[in-house]
C-alpha cells in the first residue's frame, strides 16, 4: 500500500512543500505500512507532519495524545485551515462544553475527522474510551513521548496509563515521537509504550545555526537582558524563568524598559495565555517571558534568542527550550545564566519527594551542572549527552570554543580514575568515585570496606577540582560510559581498559569557576566610580536648591542620592527616578536643574555614561507599597496596616520612609495626633527643620529622653512629606 501512494505529490497537495525533511517520508511510510514507530526529531525537524500526513491518507481516524491544550488547538487550526471541509481536525480536552464535544463525536462518526488531539487526562474518561471503542483507529500518535518517562525533563504519571487504555480502545499501530531523549529515556519510553520492536528514526541533534553560552548570574542579571534585548531590536525571543513570580517580575521590568513583552505561566487564565501567544505569533510582542509551559509546539520559525534566567533541572529541558531558537535555520542565540545557589535551590524544592525521585532528579541536575561548569565545547557535551558523536574540537560558535582555555595534560590522573573505576566494581557514580580517589573516608566508602583497597586516595595530592573535569572529558573521549539501566554508574569501556594497559597522553581544560559571592558587585543602578568634581557641584547645587525653598539640603535629595548621580550620570527625568530616593514626584520638584548640570558637565568633559543607566528597574515591593498608601489613605491606623502586611511596627515604619523619601507625599496626622502630645510632635519638627541632618541617631541625642524612637521617627515622615514632597 505504502509504495503505490505518490508522498511527494501528496506532501505538495495537503502541504505545499515540494519536498520532505530527514527521514520524514521513510518515517510516514512505515506508519502507513502498519508498524510501530520511534521517531527522536529535534525540535524544529517537522516531528508533526509524520503523523498528520499519514492520518489523512489512512482510512479511520488517528488519536494524537498530547500534553498542551495550546498546541493541539495550533495544530488543529492549522490542519483545518489547509481542508475545504470543516471537521478534519477535532480535539478533546477540559476546554470544550457538551454541545462542541458532541459535534466532535458527530465527526469522527461520519467519517470526516482524520486526526483527533486528545489529552492524556481527557483520554482516561469512561465516556470517551466507550464511544473511541466504536471508532476505526487508524493509529496512535503519541507526541512529546518523553513526559512518559521519569527520566525525562517532563514526567506525567497519566502518560504511564496510555497503553493499558490503547488495549481497551482497540489495536492499531504507535507512533512515538520526541524531541530529546537520552538512551535511558527511549528504553523507558519503548517498556512502557509496549513498542520495544518499533522502528526507530533518528535525527542528528546539531542544531550548527544556535550558538550557546552560559554566564554567572550576578545581581545585574536584569540590567544584562534588558541590555541585550535593547541592543536586538524587533527581534523575537522567549526568556525562562522557573517560578511565576519570577515571571511577573521581570515581564514588568522590560515593560517599563519599553520593550514588547509579555508574562505566561499555568497561574494565568486561558483567555490571557491564548491571547499572549497570538500576539507573539502575529508580532505584537517580540519577547515572552515565561515557565517551561510556553513553546512546546509553538510554530514560530523566526525567535532570535532564548534566554535562561535560571538554569533548568535537566539537559533535556535546556535543549528542547533552546531549540526554539532560529528554527528557520537563521540566527539563534542560547544564553543560559548560571549560579551554585540555584542549583542548591532546586536540589531543596526535591526534599520530600520519593528518595527514587529525588535521586533521578539529582542526577539530572548533576548533569545540568556538568554543562555549564564544563569549559568543552558546548555543542560536543549536548550532542554526546544524546550520544551523538560530535567530531570537531572547536564549534566556533559557543562561548567556550570562542574563547579556549589552555589545555593541560591529565593522563595520569585519567589512569587513577580508570584503575579506581575498576577497583570499585564499576558498580557507583561519579561522585563516590571523586570521593575514592582523593582519599575521602566517607561512611558510604567505610561501610563498603573501599578504604582498605590500595588504589584508595590514589589522587589525593592533587586538587579535588580537578577530577570532574576529568571524568566529564573521560566520558566524551569514551574511555568512560554511563550505565544506561542504572543510570549514572561509571563502566570503563574498550578503550578504557587499553589506556590503563598503554597510557598516553590525555589533554583536558578545567572547569569554569562559578562565583556566587556578591563582592565585586556594584549596588543596584551605580557603576563603579563616583565622579568627586560632578559630586562636589551637586552638593553646592542642593544647597542653593535648599536655600531659596527655605528647607534643609538633605530635604532635597540625600547624600546617597548625589553619590549615585556622579556615579551613573542621568539626564533625563526618567532616568533620574532610577536613583536611589529618587521617585516620580522629587524627579518633577527638584530634578531638572540636576540633570542639565550632569549633562552640561558630561558634555564638558566627554564623559561617556554606562549603558547601564537607561535600564529601568520595577521595584519588587510595589504591591506592599500600593497597600500601606491605601491604608493610609482611608485612615487606618498604622499598627494595623502593619499586623494586616504581616509587619512589625518597625519594619512598617522602614516601608512608609522608603515611600516618603523617594518622593510620595502621604499624611499621617490622624495617625500621630491619636498616638502624640501636640508639643512633642512641634518640638521634633523644628528640631528637623533647623538641622542639617536627617540622622536618626544624631536626632535621639539632640532631642534627649522624652522622645521615643518611634515619635521621632513619625514625625520625621510627616516633616520629610510635607517639606520635600
Given at each position: 500500500?505504502?509504495?503505490?501512494?505518490?508522498?511527494?505529490?501528496?506532501?505538495?497537495?495537503?502541504?505545499?512543500?515540494?519536498?520532505f525533511k530527514g527521514d520524514q517520508e521513510a518515517i510516514i511510510r512505515n506508519v502507513i505500512s502498519g508498524n510501530d514507530?520511534?521517531?527522536?526529531?529535534?525540535?524544529?525537524?517537522?516531528?508533526?507532519?509524520?503523523?498528520?500526513?499519514?492520518?489523512?491518507?489512512?482510512?479511520?481516524?488517528?488519536?494524537?495524545?498530547?500534553?498542551?491544550?495550546?498546541?493541539?488547538?495550533?495544530?488543529?487550526?492549522?490542519?483545518?485551515?489547509?481542508?475545504?471541509?470543516?471537521?478534519?481536525?477535532?480535539?478533546?480536552?477540559?476546554?470544550?462544553?457538551?454541545?462542541?464535544?458532541?459535534?466532535?463525536?458527530?465527526?469522527?462518526?461520519?467519517?470526516?475527522?482524520?486526526?483527533?488531539?486528545?489529552?492524556?487526562?481527557?483520554?482516561?474518561?469512561?465516556?470517551?474510551?466507550?464511544?473511541?471503542?466504536?471508532?476505526?483507529?487508524?493509529?496512535?500518535?503519541?507526541?512529546?513521548?518523553?513526559?512518559?518517562?521519569?527520566?525525562?525533563?517532563?514526567?506525567?504519571?497519566?502518560?504511564?496509563?496510555?497503553?493499558?487504555?490503547?488495549?481497551?480502545?482497540?489495536?492499531?499501530?504507535?507512533?512515538?515521537?520526541?524531541?530529546?531523549?537520552?538512551?535511558?529515556?527511549?528504553?523507558?519510553?519503548?517498556?512502557?509504550?509496549?513498542?520495544?520492536?518499533?522502528?526507530?528514526?533518528?535525527?542528528?541533534?546539531?542544531?550548527?545555526?544556535?550558538?550557546?553560552?552560559?554566564?554567572?548570574?550576578?545581581?545585574?542579571?536584569?540590567?544584562?537582558?534588558?541590555?541585550?534585548?535593547?541592543?536586538?531590536?524587533?527581534?523575537?525571543?522567549?526568556?525562562?524563568?522557573?517560578?511565576?513570580?519570577?515571571?511577573?517580575?521581570?515581564?514588568?521590568?522590560?515593560?517599563?524598559?519599553?520593550?514588547?513583552?509579555?508574562?505566561?505561566?499555568?497561574?494565568?487564565?486561558?483567555?490571557?495565555?491564548?491571547?499572549?501567544?497570538?500576539?507573539?505569533?502575529?508580532?505584537?510582542?517580540?519577547?515572552?517571558?515565561?515557565?517551561?509551559?510556553?513553546?512546546?509546539?509553538?510554530?514560530?520559525?523566526?525567535?532570535?534568542?532564548?534566554?535562561?534566567?535560571?538554569?533548568?533541572?535537566?539537559?533535556?529541558?535546556?535543549?528542547?527550550?533552546?531549540?526554539?531558537?532560529?528554527?528557520?535555520?537563521?540566527?539563534?542565540?542560547?544564553?543560559?545564566?548560571?549560579?551554585?545557589?540555584?542549583?542548591?535551590?532546586?536540589?531543596?524544592?526535591?526534599?520530600?519527594?520519593?528518595?527514587?525521585?529525588?535521586?533521578?532528579?539529582?542526577?539530572?541536575?548533576?548533569?545540568?551542572?556538568?554543562?555549564?561548569?564544563?569549559?568543552?565545547?558546548?555543542?560536543?557535551?549536548?550532542?554526546?549527552?544524546?550520544?551523538?558523536?560530535?567530531?570537531?574540537?572547536?564549534?566556533?560558535?559557543?562561548?567556550?570554543?570562542?574563547?579556549?582555555?589552555?589545555?593541560?595534560?591529565?593522563?595520569?590522573?585519567?589512569?587513577?580514575?580508570?584503575?579506581?573505576?575498576?577497583?570499585?566494581?564499576?558498580?557507583?557514580?561519579?561522585?563516590?568515585?571523586?570521593?575514592?580517589?582523593?582519599?575521602?573516608?566517607?561512611?558510604?566508602?567505610?561501610?563498603?570496606?573501599?578504604?582498605?583497597?590500595?588504589?584508595?586516595?590514589?589522587?589525593?595530592?592533587?586538587?579535588?577540582?580537578?577530577?570532574?573535569?576529568?571524568?566529564?572529558?573521560?566520558?566524551?573521549?569514551?574511555?568512560?560510559?554511563?550505565?544506561?539501566?542504572?543510570?549514572?554508574?561509571?563502566?570503563?569501556?574498550?578503550?578504557?581498559?587499553?589506556?590503563?594497559?598503554?597510557?598516553?597522553?590525555?589533554?583536558?581544560?578545567?572547569?569554569?569557576?562559578?562565583?556566587?559571592?556578591?563582592?565585586?558587585?556594584?549596588?543596584?543602578?551605580?557603576g563603579s566610580v563616583l565622579d568627586p568634581t560632578l559630586y562636589a557641584m551637586l552638593k553646592d547645587l542642593r544647597r542653593?536648591?535648599?536655600?531659596?525653598?527655605?528647607?534643609?539640603?538633605?530635604?532635597?535629595?540625600?547624600?546617597?542620592?548625589?553619590?549615585?548621580?556622579?556615579?551613573?550620570?542621568?539626564?533625563?527625568?526618567?532616568?533620574?527616578?532610577?536613583?536611589?530616593?529618587?521617585?516620580?514626584?522629587?524627579?518633577?520638584?527638584?530634578?531638572?536643574?540636576?540633570?542639565?548640570?550632569?549633562?552640561?558637565?558630561?558634555?564638558?568633559?566627554?564623559?561617556?555614561?554606562?549603558?547601564?543607566?537607561?535600564?529601568?528597574?520595577?521595584?519588587?515591593?510595589?504591591?506592599?507599597?500600593?497597600?500601606?498608601?491605601?491604608?493610609?489613605?482611608?485612615?487606618?491606623?498604622?499598627?494595623?496596616?502593619?499586623?494586616?502586611?504581616?509587619?512589625?511596627?518597625?519594619?512598617?515604619?522602614?516601608?512608609?520612609?522608603?515611600?516618603?523619601?523617594?518622593?510620595?507625599?502621604?499624611?499621617?496626622?490622624?495617625?500621630?495626633?491619636?498616638?502624640?502630645?501636640?508639643?512633642?510632635?512641634?518640638?521634633?519638627?523644628?528640631?528637623?527643620?533647623?538641622?542639617?541632618?536627617?540622622?536618626?541617631?544624631?536626632?535621639?541625642?539632640?532631642?534627649?529622653?522624652?522622645?521615643?524612637?518611634?515619635?521621632?521617627?513619625?514625625?520625621?515622615?510627616?516633616?520629610?512629606?510635607?517639606?520635600?514632597?
Amino acid at each position: 500500500m505504502a509504495k503505490e501512494i505518490n508522498l511527494t505529490k501528496m506532501l505538495k497537495e495537503y502541504f505545499g512543500f515540494d519536498k520532505f525533511k530527514g527521514d520524514q517520508e521513510a518515517i510516514i511510510r512505515n506508519v502507513i505500512s502498519g508498524n510501530d514507530t520511534f521517531v527522536l526529531m529535534p525540535t524544529g525537524g517537522g516531528k508533526s507532519l509524520c503523523y498528520q500526513l499519514p492520518s489523512l491518507l489512512m482510512e479511520g481516524t488517528a488519536i494524537v495524545i498530547s500534553p498542551l491544550i495550546a498546541l493541539m488547538k495550533n495544530q488543529v487550526d492549522v490542519i483545518n485551515g489547509m481542508s475545504d471541509e470543516d471537521g478534519v481536525a477535532h480535539y478533546l480536552n477540559s476546554s470544550l462544553n457538551k454541545a462542541a464535544i458532541d459535534l466532535v463525536k458527530a465527526d469522527i462518526q461520519r467519517g470526516r475527522t482524520k486526526l483527533l488531539y486528545v489529552a492524556p487526562e481527557s483520554l482516561t474518561k469512561e465516556e470517551y474510551v466507550d464511544f473511541l471503542k466504536t471508532c476505526k483507529i487508524s493509529f496512535y500518535a503519541i507526541d512529546e513521548a518523553h513526559c512518559i518517562s521519569e527520566w525525562g525533563h517532563d514526567f506525567r504519571p497519566e502518560y504511564r496509563r496510555i497503553r493499558p487504555i490503547m488495549n481497551e480502545i482497540g489495536k492499531a499501530p504507535v507512533i512515538a515521537l520526541t524531541a530529546t531523549a537520552t538512551d535511558k529515556v527511549r528504553t523507558d519510553i519503548k517498556k512502557s509504550l509496549g513498542i520495544l520492536d518499533a522502528n526507530e528514526f533518528k535525527s542528528s541533534f546539531n542544531r550548527p545555526n544556535l550558538y550557546y553560552e552560559v554566564r554567572s548570574k550576578t545581581k545585574d542579571i536584569d540590567k544584562q537582558i534588558v541590555k541585550y534585548i535593547l541592543q536586538n531590536p524587533g527581534k523575537s525571543g522567549i526568556i525562562y524563568c522557573l517560578s511565576r513570580k519570577k515571571v511577573e517580575e521581570l515581564a514588568a521590568v522590560l515593560c517599563a524598559n519599553n520593550i514588547k513583552a509579555a508574562p505566561y505561566h499555568a497561574g494565568l487564565d486561558t483567555q490571557t495565555r491564548s491571547t499572549t501567544q497570538d500576539d507573539f505569533l502575529m508580532e505584537r510582542i517580540d519577547v515572552i517571558v515565561a515557565t517551561i509551559a510556553f513553546g512546546m509546539g509553538i510554530d514560530k520559525p523566526d525567535v532570535r534568542f532564548v534566554i535562561h534566567y535560571d538554569i533548568p533541572k535537566s539537559l533535556e529541558g535546556y535543549y528542547q527550550e533552546t531549540g526554539r531558537a532560529g528554527r528557520d535555520g537563521g540566527e539563534g542565540n542560547c544564553i543560559a545564566f548560571y549560579s551554585y545557589k540555584d542549583l542548591q535551590k532546586l536540589e531543596k524544592f526535591m526534599e520530600g519527594k520519593p528518595v527514587a525521585e529525588q535521586d533521578i532528579g539529582r542526577q539530572l541536575l548533576q548533569e545540568t551542572a556538568a554543562y555549564a561548569e564544563s569549559s568543552v565545547c558546548r555543542r560536543r557535551m549536548l550532542l554526546h549527552y544524546f550520544g551523538e558523536e560530535y567530531d570537531k574540537d572547536n564549534c566556533g560558535s559557543c562561548d567556550n570554543c570562542l574563547h579556549p582555555k589552555t589545555k593541560k595534560e591529565a593522563g595520569k590522573e585519567l589512569l587513577i580514575v580508570l584503575m579506581s573505576i575498576i577497583a570499585i566494581k564499576e558498580d557507583f557514580r561519579a561522585d563516590y568515585v571523586i570521593d575514592f580517589v582523593t582519599g575521602r573516608a566517607t561512611d558510604d566508602i567505610v561501610a563498603h570496606k573501599h578504604d582498605q583497597l590500595e588504589e584508595f586516595g590514589l589522587g589525593e595530592d592533587q586538587e579535588r577540582k580537578i577530577w570532574n573535569p576529568v571524568i566529564r572529558q573521560a566520558l566524551i573521549a569514551g574511555y568512560l560510559k554511563k550505565e544506561v539501566e542504572n543510570y549514572g554508574l561509571l563502566k570503563v569501556t574498550a578503550a578504557g581498559k587499553r589506556f590503563i594497559k598503554n597510557p598516553t597522553s590525555f589533554m583536558i581544560v578545567e572547569d569554569n569557576e562559578f562565583n556566587d559571592s556578591d563582592e565585586d558587585e556594584a549596588a543596584e543602578g551605580q557603576g563603579s566610580v563616583l565622579d568627586p568634581t560632578l559630586y562636589a557641584m551637586l552638593k553646592d547645587l542642593r544647597r542653593n536648591v535648599a536655600k531659596k525653598q527655605n528647607l534643609p539640603p538633605y530635604v532635597v535629595f540625600m547624600d546617597a542620592s548625589l553619590e549615585q548621580m556622579a556615579t551613573v550620570y542621568p539626564v533625563t527625568l526618567e532616568e533620574l527616578q532610577n536613583i536611589q530616593g529618587v521617585g516620580a514626584g522629587k524627579a518633577r520638584k527638584f530634578g531638572k536643574a540636576f540633570i542639565e548640570l550632569i549633562k552640561k558637565h558630561c558634555e564638558e568633559n566627554d564623559i561617556e555614561r554606562p549603558a547601564d543607566l537607561r535600564v529601568r528597574t520595577v521595584a519588587k515591593k510595589s504591591m506592599l507599597k500600593v497597600k500601606i498608601i491605601q491604608g493610609i489613605d482611608r485612615q487606618v491606623a498604622l499598627d494595623d496596616i502593619a499586623n494586616a502586611q504581616g509587619l512589625d511596627f518597625q519594619e512598617l515604619l522602614d516601608e512608609i520612609e522608603a515611600i516618603v523619601y523617594s518622593g510620595t507625599k502621604i499624611n499621617i496626622d490622624y495617625f500621630i495626633e491619636d498616638v502624640m502630645d501636640d508639643d512633642h510632635v512641634d518640638d521634633i519638627y523644628d528640631y528637623f527643620m533647623d538641622s542639617d541632618s536627617d540622622d536618626l541617631d544624631m536626632a535621639m541625642d539632640e532631642l534627649g529622653s522624652d522622645y521615643s524612637e518611634e515619635e521621632v521617627r513619625l514625625v520625621r515622615i510627616k516633616f520629610m512629606s510635607e517639606m520635600a514632597n
